[in-house]
Structure formats: structure tokens, C-alpha cells
């Protein structure tokens, strides 16, 4: 069972437009999402995060949005560059039993063209 | 800012052999390191949380006995793949929470993973 889901696999965007990258989760338990980068050969490096309590978190070129009623979340990335092009994994935390989990998504391949 | 070495990045191994994997935080010290497995076009998968001191706690569906983690100090821990087979081949990595420790909700810093191909 996929509890979070990215379901467009990838995003072609020009350079200076928008990207906005989408992200479903099923377990409402989940209290905090994140959104990793990931670039080919390398690991994953934390990009920007938001706490259930929160709808809006904005960092610079990139902001998230969580809609919670939705179990949605979104990374808006504003103007858009050709080094932003690489797989953005979509994560989601809970605490369960005093540990955590941290469940992923599949990642989006995004491709911003010069 | 908070660095994590894996190593080694690629491997390729006879299938029977064992294979272990190195994951270091450089700058900080680590009582938790956590080790996930991505294959291709998936989500990276928690395999087990390695814990300094103490048994890693495993994830349903891994077997404990066929990936033997070890965290003998604050800044390492060991994956090894025991006895090999070709569906182990697979993309490995290794990650740490970083600074504050004390939230949860650190993000996590990653190793730049190992390819494990077994042929």
C-alpha cells in the first residue's frame, strides 16, 4: 500500500515558469512532510519542509503548500532553472510507538529547459 | 553542514559472496543511521534503523539474518549483504538525522548510496 504517492512521474517545465510538483498521502497520522532533491549519482538532500499545522511554507524560489482535509501537498518552485532539473522525492513523518516513520514517495523526474 | 560518506559507491559481486557497505557521518555524530533500498523507479525503502550500541530494529519483510547491520560507534554503521543473490543487486543508501537531534523532524542527510549488482 503506497501511502504517499506521487503519481505524474515526471514534469517537463521551461525555464522561468513555474514547477508545481504534487503529492497525495493516505495516513492521516502522518504530522510532517518533506521534500527531497535528488540529483543522478548522489543522495537525496532535504529541500524544504511543513509541519501539519501549517498550510504554507516558503523558502526562497520554493514553497510548499499542504492541504490537509486533501492529504495533499504541493512544492512550487518559482522561477524555475535548469538546475532544478532532478528527482524531487515527496516524505512523510509520524511518530508510532516513541520511533518515527518516514515513508517516501516514488519521486518526480522534473526537466526544466533552458 | 551535516555529511554523510557511503562508500562504496558501486560494487559488483559474485553471487554467494557477502558485500559490505560503509556509512560515516563526517561532522557530527550519529546514534541513529537509517538504511534504505531503492529500486529502479521506486520509492527508497526503509530496510532497518541501525542504532549505536544496540541491535537495528528491521522493517517487515527484511531479513535480519541476510542484511547484518552494525553501529559500533557514533559515526558508523555497516550494512552487509550476506550470501548474495541476484535479486540483492539493487541501489543502497544511508542516511542520518542531522542537527538538532533532539526533533524528530530533523531532516535527514543521505549518503550518495551504493549500486549493488551480483551476478
Same mark, same amino acid.
Given at each position: 500500500?503506497?501511502?504517499?504517492?506521487?503519481?505524474?512521474?515526471?514534469?517537463?517545465?521551461?525555464?522561468?515558469?513555474?514547477?508545481?510538483? !504534487?503529492?497525495?498521502?493516505? !495516513?492521516?497520522?502522518?504530522?510532517?512532510?518533506?521534500?527531497?532533491?535528488?540529483?543522478?549519482?548522489?543522495?537525496?538532500?532535504?529541500?524544504?519542509?511543513?509541519?501539519?499545522?501549517?498550510?504554507?511554507?516558503?523558502? +526562497?524560489?520554493?514553497?510548499?503548500?499542504? !492541504?490537509?482535509?486533501?492529504?495533499?501537498?504541493?512544492?512550487?518552485?518559482?522561477?524555475?532553472?535548469? +538546475?532544478?532539473?532532478?528527482?524531487?522525492?515527496?516524505?512523510?513523518?509520524?511518530?508510532?510507538? +516513541?520511533?518515527?516513520?518516514?515513508?517516501?514517495?516514488? +519521486?518526480?523526474?522534473?526537466?526544466? !529547459?533552458p | 553542514g551535516a555529511v554523510v560518506s557511503q562508500h562504496p559507491?558501486?560494487?559488483?559481486?559474485?553471487?554467494?559472496?557477502?558485500?559490505?557497505?560503509?556509512?560515516?557521518?563526517?561532522?557530527?555524530?550519529?546514534?541513529?543511521?537509517?538504511?534504505?533500498?531503492?529500486?529502479?523507479?521506486?520509492?527508497?525503502?526503509?530496510?532497518?534503523?541501525?542504532?549505536?550500541?544496540?541491535?537495528?530494529?528491521?522493517?517487515?519483510?527484511?531479513?535480519?539474518?541476510?542484511?547484518?547491520?552494525?553501529?559500533?560507534?557514533?559515526?558508523?554503521?555497516?550494512?552487509?549483504?550476506?550470501?548474495?543473490?541476484?535479486?540483492?543487486?539493487?541501489?543502497?543508501?544511508?542516511?542520518?538525522?542531522?542537527?538538532?537531534?533532539?526533533?524528530?523532524?530533523?531532516?535527514?542527510?543521505?549518503?550518495?548510496?551504493?549500486?549493488?549488482?551480483?551476478?
Open positions: 500500500d503506497q501511502q504517499v504517492k506521487q503519481n505524474s512521474p515526471s514534469l517537463s517545465v521551461q525555464e522561468g515558469r513555474i514547477s508545481i510538483l !504534487n503529492c497525495d498521502y493516505t !495516513n492521516s497520522m502522518f504530522d510532517y512532510f518533506l521534500w527531497y532533491k535528488k540529483y543522478p549519482a548522489e543522495g537525496p538532500t532535504f529541500l524544504i519542509s511543513i509541519s501539519s499545522i501549517k498550510d504554507k511554507n516558503e523558502d +526562497g524560489r520554493f514553497t510548499v503548500f499542504l !492541504n490537509k482535509s486533501a492529504k495533499h501537498l504541493s512544492l512550487h518552485i518559482v522561477p524555475s532553472q535548469p +538546475g532544478d532539473s532532478a528527482v524531487y522525492f515527496c516524505a512523510a513523518s509520524a511518530r508510532q510507538g +516513541g520511533s518515527e516513520k518516514l515513508v517516501f514517495g516514488k +519521486g518526480m523526474k522534473l526537466t526544466v !529547459n | 559507491s558501486w560494487v559488483i559481486c559474485k553471487s554467494g559472496t557477502s558485500v559490505k557497505i560503509e556509512c560515516r557521518s563526517l561532522d557530527f555524530q550519529a546514534t541513529t543511521m537509517f538504511w534504505y533500498r531503492q529500486f529502479p523507479k521506486q520509492s527508497l525503502m526503509l530496510m532497518a534503523t541501525s542504532n549505536e550500541g544496540s541491535k537495528a530494529t528491521y522493517e517487515q519483510g527484511v531479513e535480519k539474518d541476510k542484511f547484518l547491520i552494525n553501529h559500533a560507534s557514533l559515526t558508523l554503521s555497516t550494512l552487509t549483504v550476506t550470501s548474495a543473490h541476484p535479486e540483492d543487486s539493487s541501489f543502497y543508501i544511508c542516511s542520518a538525522r542531522g542537527p538538532p537531534f533532539s526533533s524528530y523532524n530533523s531532516p535527514l542527510h543521505f549518503g550518495n548510496g551504493t549500486r549493488l549488482t551480483v551476478t
